[in-house]
């Protein structure tokens, strides 16, 4: 061990060597240079040992790890079925089976309808009463941009939304996405009978509006004062977007996560979904 | 969280998670400091903790029981931020260390009395001065003074944690000091809480 290193060991409490401990210290007495070394080490030490005090980990970040965790432990244990990967590898293996070819034909033709706009507009017309979340969404945004409903709490950063949301009790995780032309603006929390509910707003650089409201989907679970067709859940668990235009204003709900997601916006269907759905990840 | 998910029931999974938590969870505070210091940003730390859990948990099926869980940790952590978080992140320039080794010598030449290193320039400095010239140390030295410096980890456990051995410990951690030192010595000059006599000298 080089002898500037045994000094840096010294200073860490690091050597046993009773001799080597002794012969250390007389040299740190004596040599001018051996102890401006032993000064250097010790000082950058207790520097950093007292600037940087051991910091508790955020409950809001170990609610979050220990809920993401729990929510995959105990929502998706059993697999009943195998995933896409097997079943493909299953047909492979029988290609050129004709049973199989006419059940992969059926599949196609069933997934089709699901992804047209026809049935997104269905979808969009079941949705009626004040506890739809869809109409609740589309109705809040109206207040929005009639200047009805004001922001509670107001950032451009959007971890800071998010944080704001899980402070003030919203009990599910939230997304709220950095958008490259969109700016958050803040942060709006409903109530339905104690469950706080989340709204995000951003502005863009035209001064259009875009609302993203989010709920998590247990929450519309028998629920009489928010809810969704049963249609339209099984259509975006099945990873469907709902896209409506609706004179100047768009609206869009999916499933992201465990989240039902509406987003809202007075600028264009197109724009909203190259300029904010491809960030929404 | 999906490689458990296709082979696991949900009484193996509710137990994977019961040993996960008893194992791993209580070393959230030590991976969160660390990932504080490595990033230098709070969001930063969030994010990269919640990966390592993330990820942990996800292959906890393959930590070996009864060796040490916080050095396996320490490891996903710092695989994390090599992989994920520091692709995406503009690295600061780091000083050389070359640079430091003459800037030491110059000080060596100059004779200069101990008292030097005594006196309490560093102590006007700003955390925020501290934490920057930490972050512009180069990593590996970096991660060491960290553990050992913030952590308080013994050169055996940091030697766990990063996967070198013991020796190469203490020599990093001997020239990050230095580097260290270097940095705020040039910090606490700027802005006039040190003696203008010496500077960092850089190399022709």
Known sequence: MELLEEITSFADNELKDPVVIGRL???????????????????????????????????????????????????????????????????????????SLVILLFILLVSIPFNSEKTS?????????????????????????????????????????IKYFYNKGVAYTTVVPRCPGWKVEGAV?????????????????????????????????????????????????????????????????LKHSRNIVAIAS?????????????YLK | MRAHSNTLNKRELEKLYTEFEKEALPHMNSL????????????????????????????????????????????????????????????????????IQNFYETIKSDEVESKHYEQDAFSNLLDDDISKALTELPEDFRTVII????????????????DIPVGTVRSRLHRARKMLYALLFDYAKDKGFAPKKLSKRKTT
């Open chain 1, 25 to 99: 210290k007389k040299l740190i007495r004596q040599d001018e240079s051996i102890r401006a070394e032993y000064l250097i080490q010790s000082r950058i030490k207790n520097l950093l040992n007292e600037r940087f005090a051991h910091q508790a980990v955020p409950d809001y970040l170990t609610d979050r790890i220990i809920k993401n965790i729990y929510k995959n432990t105990s929502d998706k244990p059993i697999p009943t079925l195998p995933n896409k990967e097997l079943i493909i590898e299953r047909f492979l293996k029988v290609r050129y089976e004709f049973t």
């Open chain 1, 121 to 161: 507009e269905m979808l969009a017309l079941q949705q009626t009463g004040k506890a739809n979340l869809l109409v609740q969404a589309q109705n809040n945004f109206y207040d929005i941009i009639r200047g009805k409903l004001n922001l509670h709490f107001n950032s451009s950063d959007p971890k800071d939304v």
């Open chain 1, 189 to 253: 929390i409903s109530e339905i009978d104690g469950i706080k509910l989340a709204h995000s707003i951003y502005k863009n650089s035209k001064g259009e509006i875009l609302y993203l409201y989010q709920v998590d989907e247990k929450m519309l679970n028998n629920n009489p004062k928010l809810c969704l067709t049963g249609d339209l859940c099984k259509y975006l668990n099945n990873g469907g977007a709902l896209k409506i235009k609706d004179k100047n204003c768009s609206f869009v709900m």
């Open chain 1, 266 to 278: 007075n600028t264009n269907l197109e724009n909203v979904e190259t300029s904010f759905l491809t």
């Open chain 2, 32 to 99: 969160y400091n660390y990932a504080l210091r490595m990033t230098g940003s709070e969001d930063d730390a969030d994010d990269l903790v919640q990966e390592t859990y993330l990820k942990a948990f996800r292959f906890f099926d393959k930590f070996e029981k009864g060796t040490n869980c916080k050095a396996w940790l320490f490891r996903i952590l710092k695989n994390s931020y090599i992989n994920d978080y520091r692709k995406h992140v503009k690295e600061p320039d780091k000083i050389d260390y070359e640079d």
């Open chain 2, 147 to 162: 553990l050992s410096d913030i952590e308080g980890f013994t050169y055996d456990e940091i030697a766990d944690f990063v």
